[in-house]
């Protein structure tokens, strides 16, 4: 529910939006944090304010040794079904991973920050594929060096992420670690992919809202009421993937990124490592953690299929009337989808003339089904539609 502000607290609130610089926002925001109410209902307030000091301070200390802001990639475009990127520090075996998962041709060193620049793969599943990209390893000791802005600029457009530890060395710090340097710069982990920016403007006479995914958890109505009790009432809201209302809120205070994380804990192949693999797992039981070593890598297909449900998408593969075997290339869709969900990325005119739909699969009684436009699709359905 929106929090019940003091006028106070709103007039300091404003005055830190209107902040060009982060010592002032941080300033700002300690003066807004001494005026809420502190109660059990603000306690996600106090902690949003208490992260963007600390995200604020950190810019501080990034900007330091910069005369100017630098654009950091490269940008690498989006394939297949999804675009997984692969972020650990250096010898954490990226690259192992990289090339067991996908063959491609990466150079594997046991020195350290042999990969450079950004790498890519595609691992084969069926009917279609999955991009993995390797980045530069991420710097503990310097969060501001290029490699780590290479690596988290690649996390950001990314629409999943595995962090790959070794699981010799201290694997469990090292996911605490790169987990608190992913809050910091603005990503959150777990659940669906999802953006949201808020920009205020005084261009504009109201909140104003461009949904190009969902909000699980609230309506359009319940984001205006959310900013209005803040009280910002000209705003650009952008909203894409799938977001909560935590997720809105916490892009008050500037924009937050969800991803879906998963993580590889590397050398499983010696006792130290497996014994590493169990320590993570006890420690992150949200996340799902998957051993790995180059002589026993994880079966692809098996892999796929469960990265696809933690991305929230399914294949369904079309058989055009008349034709006996389905196309092996499937339709990429949000877990959920129905049937005029896919008739529409088939053709925009089936909407209006679908009729009905056959589907195969061995999760029903019988196969084919005849269906209706409102039935629910699964991952590796076969769909025929009469229009």
Known sequence: MPTNLPPQARVKFEEYTQAKTPE?????????????????GT????????????????EIERKKPEKRAKRVGPFIKKKGAAQIVLLGYTNSG????????????????????????????????RGTFIQFIETPPLLPEDPAAKPTKIALALARNADALAIIVDGTDNPVESVSNILSLLEANGITIG???????????????????????????????????LLESYGIKQAMVDIEGT??????????????????????????????????????????PELKVYPFSPSNPPETEELGSELLELLGIIRVFTKPFGRKEPDEKALILERGSTVLDAAARIHKSFVKTFKYAKIWSERLPYSPMRVGKDFILEDGDVIEIKA
């Open 94 to 125: 990226r690259s192992s991973v990289l090339k067991s998962l996908t063959n491609a041709r990466v150079k594997i060193s046991p020195n350290p920050f042999t990969t450079s620049d950004p790498f890519e793969g595609a691992m084969r599943i």
């Open 24 to 40: 002032e926002k941080i300033k700002k925001l300690r003066e807004f944090y001494s005026l809420i109410p502190k109660h059990k």
């Open 191 to 225: 659940g669906k992919s999802g953006r949201v920016t808020i920009r205020k403007s005084r261009g504009i006479s109201s909140i104003i809202i461009s949904m190009k995914g969902r909000v699980v958890d609230g309506t359009e109505a319940d984001i205006r009421m």
């Open 243 to 284: 977001v909560s209302m935590e997720d809105v809120e916490e892009a008050i205070f500037g924009e937050k990124i969800r991803k879906p994380t998963f993580i590889f804990v590397t050398r499983t192949d010696v006792k130290e490592g497996r014994e590493g693999f169990m320590r993570v797992r006890e420690a992150f």
């Open 43 to 58: 306690e996600k307030l106090e902690k949003f304010i208490r992260r963007r000091i600390a995200e604020l301070k950190k």
